[in-house]
């Protein structure tokens, strides 16, 4: 209880420092109170930017505030875009953990010491960041491997810190005017939920395992192999990849790579996991991807850390290849209807109304090469657009905005001509050639066999059981009506008793009333 209240106390000394209070006060629901806290608080330096202050103290909060940062940078759709883009910046600069700690983590959680299950392990780590840190290692058959392993006490560390950014956000919904629309407790669970996710290092190898099955007979991306055997919850092992690090263009070019080529593949990569798999990496910033040089796999993209992946269904995929094939002819009235249809835009939205807006939020990006559009700009205007017209922005899709975000920032290193619109959209056609053709009938054909095989010598028995049933229900409704018949009768003869004991019990009374009249004469 002592180490929480100083940590919140660190945390309010940090926000002070830097002047977060400054930031809500224009939405304080009660001014005076503001006033009072801008004028209380008078000696600090606050004439950097909201964004670049925000970043800083939760750089100076350390990595769980860090990654709580670059979870509120993809949500455009809540955020201000000044200080978007400025927690867009922000980095898992993290000192490693001691290498004794790492290998006592190893020896616990695979049960032997890394001498006996590495032929050699090496002690530095190549990478390190707010959850895990890596090490370099060679299986006994020879095989090199690169050994992840969760940082230790991370849990505890997570859940104190995620416990008072839960009562923050409470506050902030009380207090803060843009409060209730900012869904403060809404965003803070999804980023609980994200960052329990990525304790459980299994969940991650999974993740590598499913990515590297759609991948299998591809030309375009590697993915490493999980070696099962060594995996747990805190350690995973996994095949070491060779590769240059995307970002460094000099050296990919000097080794004879085709930049064009390599931005072109990118954006085939991603639309194939979105569209054919459903399934994408989801953190695909450039140092998580490398591209080999090797002879056999040369200009192949190769994908890592796999802790943050998207799903997408298919209602989901099929609202999204419409939109996206609506934007590439241009037809914006499509685009506003299928927000209609799939219900993410009220029904008595005006459809003129909707279309006019998207226009105007798309019509400027046509025509241009990558390196004159900014996405994170449109998507801004399509958020504002959407709060306007009450639209939902749907969660399973946040991951995705924050992946097409990274493949625009790729685009602009490997190729700044590079027109994304205009290399998606044949493979976009082509893909839902491919879900309205014959093929996609085929194929779902094909997926519903088994089904169908299970059902179909069941037909005839289900059949008759239906008709049975069908005649029972005949049965029953006539002896029902047979019922409310038979009740109707006996209700009307009840009133007839009723009735007639009235007036019998009038009368007796009227006759008694009449004898006794006459004997009184």
């Not at 859940?159 to 965003?187: C, F, N, Q, T």
């Not at 006996?490 to 004898?515: E, K, P």
């Amino acid at each position: 209880m002592i180490l929480k209240f100083l940590r919140l106390l660190k945390i309010l000394r940090v926000a002070t420092k830097y002047g977060l209070d400054e930031i809500a006060i224009s939405g304080l629901k009660v001014p005076r109170t503001a006033k009072l806290i801008d004028t209380v608080i008078f000696w600090r330096d606050i004439s950097a930017p909201r964004g670049v202050r925000l970043r800083l103290a939760l750089e100076e909060l350390g990595p769980i505030f860090v990654k709580f940062g670059q979870v509120l940078s993809t949500r455009r759709d809540l955020m201000p875009p000044d200080m978007a883009d400025d927690l867009a910046m922000l980095q898992d600069r993290v000192p490693p953990f001691d290498s004794d700690l790492a290998i006592a983590q190893i020896t616990r959680s695979l049960g032997a010491h890394p001498n006996q299950l590495f032929a050699s392990f090496e002690r530095d780590p190549v990478a390190s960041a707010s959850i895990a840190q890596v090490h370099f290692a060679v299986l006994k058959n020879g095989k090199e491997v690169a050994v992840k392993v969760l940082r230790p006490g991370m849990k505890k560390s997570i859940d104190e810190d995620v416990a008072l950014m839960h009562i923050a956000a409470g506050w902030i919904e009380r207090l803060w005017a843009e409060g209730k629309r900012l869904k403060p407790r809404e965003v803070v669970g999804e980023f609980d939920k994200y960052l329990h996710d990525e304790l459980d290092l299994m969940r991650e190898a999974a993740n590598a395992s499913q990515l590297r099955r759609n991948f299998a007979n591809s030309t375009l991306l590697m993915v490493p192999e999980m070696y099962w055997d060594y995996c747990s919850s805190s350690v995973i092992v996994m095949e070491r990849m060779h590769g240059i690090p995307v970002s460094q263009i000099e050296r990919l070019a000097a080794e004879g790579v085709d930049l064009k080529k390599l931005s072109s593949d990118g954006v085939e990569i991603f639309f194939t996991q979105v569209f054919r798999d459903g399934f994408f990496h989801a953190d695909m910033h450039p140092g998580n991807i490398l591209v080999s040089v090797a002879p056999a796999t040369f200009g192949r993209y190769i994908a890592l850390d796999f802790g943050i992946v998207g799903t997408l269904n298919d209602f989901d995929k099929d609202y999204l290849s419409q939109n996206f094939l609506a934007f590439f002819r241009r037809d914006y009235k499509r685009v506003a209807e299928a927000h209609i249809e799939s219900g993410w835009a009220p029904a008595d939205t005006r459809v003129d109304e909707l279309e006019s807006a998207v226009r105007a939020c798309c019509e400027p990006i046509f025509d241009r090469p990558l390196k004159d559009i900014s996405f994170g700009q449109i998507l801004l205007r399509l958020f504002q657009t959407s709060r306007r017209f009450n639209v939902e922005v749907q969660p399973q899709l946040v991951l995705l905005q924050k992946t097409l975000l990274n493949i625009e920032g790729l685009g602009r290193q490997l190729d700044p001509n590079l027109d994304l619109w205009k290399t998606a959209k044949p493979y976009l056609e082509r893909w839902m050639g491919d879900q309205v053709g014959v093929r996609g009938m085929w194929d779902r054909m094909k997926d519903e066999a088994p089904r169908y095989a299970h059902i179909l010598p069941q037909l005839p028995r289900l059949v008759h059981r239906a008709l049975e049933n069908s005649q029972s229900n005949r049965g029953d409704t006539e002896l029902l009506r047979l019922l409310v018949l038979e009740q109707r009768r006996t209700n009307r003869m009840l009133g007839f008793v009723v009735y007639f004991a009235a007036a019998l019990g009038i009368g007796l009374a009227a006759i008694q009333l009449y004898l006794h009249f006459q004997s009184a004469v």
